[in-house]
């Protein structure tokens, strides 16, 4: 009988420190997860400012080449005349 419960003390001692280690190991991980979290929202947010400041230089590229190209083109290939500002008219609604 005593050597039966010198084995259940030895088991539960065995199992009490596997529940603890596991204990440990499970902090750590929820740890690294939190800082692993954190690390993604900081560079999703550089990426969102990224893109958005791509798309404010590609717009405003496009709006300062769109005008001068077309007139560009017009001039040089189409043989166009430059506009007169004289005969300009500017309609009222």
């Known amino acids: 009988m005593l050597n039966h419960s010198l084995n259940m003390t030895k088991i539960n001692i065995v199992l009490g420190l596997a529940v603890v280690v596991l204990s440990f190991y499970t902090i750590i991980w929820h740890h690294q997860n939190y800082l692993l979290y954190k690390q993604s929202s900081a560079v999703q947010q550089k990426n969102q400012e ?3 400041m791509r798309k404010q230089l590609l717009s405003e590229y496009s709006e300062k080449i ?13 043989q166009m005349k430059p506009v007169n500002s004289k005969k300009v008219r500017t309609v009222v609604l």
């Not at 769109?66 to 189409?78: D, P, T, V, Y």
């Open 66 to 78: 769109s005008g001068a190209e077309i007139k560009e083109k017009a001039l040089n290939i189409l």
């Open 50 to 52: 990224i893109m958005a």
